[in-house]
């Protein structure tokens, strides 16, 4: 039986003071450290139109190359701002001379320059290993893609697990703020590179060890746990929105680690997964639990030896989460990197939490020398985390190897989902048996009115950026009862990452009854939110080409009049915005379709071909005319990323920002979710706001949202707030509406709400189902019985109406742009934007 880890340790509470500077607080219970803030990111982000960059291009493919790699790396300009540098840890700058200087001293080391960060820092991967010729090296290769993609007959190779060095991959910093990671990967590279002890020729000989050395440079530098759009990077992983993570996924999927572990901070002491119940259904969960475990016992050992005391140093003994707590740090959802790492063939896979906080308040109010102390002790404890787990490496390599490719050959002889033995691992019983179904392949149809093409083809490609293998099938074919026409793509489940094609297509599971406490989002699904038609097939007979890329689906159709834009996927926002950025006439239909005139079929034309869109001749249509929406946006990152990325121009705004005089004349639509109070703002600001008020547009969501309405008396409309912890994909009704129209019929909820007592003036743009309505996710009552499910069902949960000044205004209670995630309800937000902006407007109609 679990004990609570509360439980595990009695200790006195002390204040670090100058003289009694190494006591610190009790572990605490098993829950996330979110870190500074909201895990929300319920910050307004400040960035500027002129920080938004282009992702980098992937640049870890030169795979066949030969050890060591000798590559120059540019140093970076001195940064006495570095927020490492009161730590006494390596700044940011610092970094490439280091690697430089290793390269020139050890042929073991190798250091390559793998993408760059959101505000253009360079991201380096070294790779220590024994010398490779070019041959060897793409003996390693071929031995590589044989474990993936001929997993049966590696299996029956005995020979294989000697000639193979079994890959290793050490993830640093990619909370920014939690730093000594980096450092300690720098510490035991150089040991590595420099050590004359034959065991470490040995271990060189038979692993390769990679290591980001840091995940997050911009984190890094400016003290704080999000990159530069924002965005918590241990959130993006099946999203893959940011450069960093496209990085990881790149290393992930080129090197196929058999290990990996990620260091974080600050949980004293030392937190090393493996994890509580929920576990993810898709893993090959045997394989994972019995070598995670054995590796967490490891790095527990070495952390002790290092002789750290609570009375000494203030760090309390390791704690491992599945053995030591009931709950509240599972691995259920693959948006962390040790979660995704499985799916790409790591049999264990860690975060390792490192124990004394350096960052939030105690960065900025304990002394320096108190910093540094507790900032080398992480570093040496992190360091110890390594080095365990290249000994645990080395000494299980042929079972390892052996399990790899045992999680690869069941995908692709398309096995069931296994049911792991109780027992497996001391404690493991029923609490921890968490299984899935596989479909016999999924489908996503495209033609013959499905919803949109454009949808489909960004679906396929991140399937396929993620190492899926998709085909097309060259003619229609029947699977599972229905008919799906040629050009139809097809995901075979018999494949070796048939876990990760199924943890993203998959609609995922109401986890609720199971347990209380959950360590992050609980539902996703790519196929409910992303905006294609996916069909899970329980039998398939046809054959299906394998595709690189998704095929063109951007098209004009031939003719000399006015076009129509069907504003139903992402890419289309984009197109729109577009047109409208250059000035075209645009004008906009209340069913979610603009208009554009004749004279721009050239100018849609370019967009077309650029988004994947396709324009059909215009009807006859009354519209209104809609010029580029401008916004002034109260937000979180994410959401002004989307915003963003959408193609609108947005002002990041908040209370102190309108207080100390904002120009309203450069908005259209105000949209608030984070950072503005209307009962805090001063008697100008207030009389500002309320003239925009009289003829612009407002769109909000949330609690802060919802307050805002309710303070600046627009919509007749009672916010009542569900279970604050409560996530995930959820069914709706969506009306015929300006904003509900064209709407997929799930939503993504996180704190759901939902609005009652509604004024004649409101619209009911979209409701919560009354099946259900959670599809997968976690959704219980609060305590005392209010909002669950049960209460939310038939509930209004997105509308819309005009004020009596005319403001034009969108209640959001759900989460339509969570972590640039669910990108099938992009275009709802967008439509929100659209007609409140373009609702004064005198209408037209299109010939």
Request: glycine share 10%; net charge neutral.
């Amino acid at each position: 039986m679990r004990l609570s880890i509360a439980l595990l340790s009695i200790a006195i509470l002390l204040t670090p003071t100058a003289a009694t500077a190494h006591a610190v607080e009790p572990p605490p219970p098993a829950v996330r450290d979110f870190g500074n803030g909201p895990e929300r990111n319920e910050q307004a982000a400040e960035d500027s139109a002129e920080t938004l960059r282009a992702p980098a291009e992937e640049l870890f493919h030169e795979r066949d190359r030969g050890y060591p790699r000798q590559n120059q790396l540019p140093i970076p300009a001195e940064n006495p701002a570095d927020a490492s540098i009161k730590l006494g840890l390596v700044p940011y700058h610092g970094i490439a001379a280091r690697l430089n200087d290793l390269q020139k001293r050890s042929k073991r080391v190798s250091a390559e320059i793998i993408g760059r960060s959101y505000q253009g820092r360079d991201l380096y991967l070294v790779t220590v290993t024994a010398p490779e010729s070019r041959d060897e090296a793409r003996e390693q290769s071929r031995i590589r893609d044989r474990i993936q993609h001929d997993a049966a007959a590696a299996a029956r190779d005995r020979g294989l697990p000697r000639k193979y060095k079994a890959p290793l991959f050490v993830n640093n910093n990619i909370h920014g703020n939690e730093w000594e990671g980096t450092d300690a990967a720098l510490r035991v590279i150089e040991e590595l590179a420099t050590s004359t002890d034959p065991q470490v020729a040995d271990l060189l000989s038979h692993t390769r060890l990679y290591f980001n050395v840091t995940a997050n440079p911009d984190g890094r530098v400016n003290g704080v746990r999000v990159n530069g759009a924002g965005f918590d990077l241990n959130r993006d992983f099946v999203t893959a929105s940011q450069p960093e993570v496209r990085a990881m996924r790149q290393v992930m999927i080129d090197t196929q680690p058999v290990t990996m572990i990620d260091l974080h901070g600050y949980v004293n002491g030392t937190l090393i997964e493996p994890t509580t119940p929920p576990h993810g259904a898709n893993y090959e969960y045997d394989l994972f639990i019995k070598n995670t475990y054995a590796n967490g016992l490891g790095m527990e050992a070495a952390i002790k030896a290092l002789g750290h005391t609570p009375e000494a140093d203030g760090v309390y003994p390791p704690q491992i989460p599945f053995r030591d707590s009931a709950e509240g740090w599972d691995d259920w959802p693959p948006i962390f990197s040790p979660q995704y790492a499985p799916f790409h063939g790591a049999v264990a896979s860690h975060t390792v939490e490192i124990p004394l906080r350096v960052n939030g308040s105690d960065y900025t109010n304990l002394p320096v020398d108190e910093l540094r102390r507790r900032s080398g002790i992480n570093t040496a404890i992190a360091a110890a985390a390594i080095r365990a787990t290249y000994g645990f490496v080395r000494a299980r390599h042929d079972q390892l190897i052996a399990d790899q490719i045992e999680v690869f050959r069941r995908g692709a002889a398309g096995e069931p989902s296994r049911t792991v033995p109780l027992g497996i691992v001391p404690g493991f019983g029923p609490e921890d048996v968490y299984n899935t179904t596989f479909p016999r392949a999924y489908v996503i149809p495209v033609g013959g009115g499905q919803r949109s093409a454009t949808a489909a083809a960004r679906l396929v490609d991140h399937l396929i950026a993620n190492d899926v293998e998709v085909g097309q099938a060259k003619r229609s074919f029947r699977a599972g009862g229905r008919t799906y026409p040629a050009g139809s793509y097809v995901v075979d489940m018999r494949q070796p990452k048939r876990g990760l094609a199924n943890v993203m297509l998959e609609a995922g599971a109401d986890i609720s009854p199971r347990v209380d406490a959950m360590y992050d989002i609980s539902g996703w699904s790519h196929a409910l939110l992303w905006g294609a038609t996916v069909d899970g097939v329980t039998t398939l007979q046809t054959k299906a080409e394998p595709v690189k890329a998704a095929a063109p689906t951007g098209s004009v159709p031939r003719g000399h009049g006015p076009l129509a834009l069907k504003v139903i996927d992402a890419k289309e926002v984009m197109a729109l915005n577009a047109l409208l950025a250059q000035g075209v006439a645009v004008t906009w239909a209340n069913d979610g379709t603009a208009i554009i005139p004749a004279a721009a079929r050239q100018a849609a034309r370019t967009v077309s071909d650029r988004y994947g869109v396709a324009f059909t001749p215009a009807g006859s249509v009354t519209s209104t005319p809609l010029s580029q929406v401008r916004i002034a946006a109260a937000t979180s990152a994410d959401e002004l990323f989307t915003l963003r990325e959408l193609g609108f121009p947005v002002t990041p705004i908040s209370t102190a920002i309108l207080n100390g005089g904002f120009d309203w004349s450069g908005t259209d639509v105000l949209f608030v979710s984070s950072g503005l109070s209307y009962a805090a703002l001063n008697p100008a600001a207030k009389a500002a706001l309320d003239a925009f008020l009289a003829s612009g547009g407002v769109v909000t969501r949330g609690s802060t949202g919802a307050a805002f309405n309710t303070a600046a008396g627009l919509l007749t409309a009672t916010s009542i707030a569900g279970r604050g912890d409560a996530n995930g994909v959820a069914r709706v009704v969506s009306s015929t509406g300006p904003v509900g129209s064209g709407s997929p019929g799930y939503s993504f909820v996180y704190s759901p709400r939902w609005f009652t007592g509604l004024g004649p003036e409101v619209t009911v743009e979209q409701t919560y189902a009354a099946e259900g309505p959670l599809v997968s996710g976690h959704w219980r009552p609060n305590p005392d019985g209010t909002g669950g499910q049960d209460a939310a069902r038939g509930q209004a949960a997105v509308v819309s109406g005009r004020d009596e000044r005319g403001a034009a205004v969108v209640l959001f209670g759900t989460e339509p742009m969570f972590r640039n995630h669910p990108k099938g309800l992009f275009p709802q937000v967008a439509r929100a934007l659209y007609w409140s902006a373009s609702v004064t407007g005198a209408a037209v109609t299109t010939p």
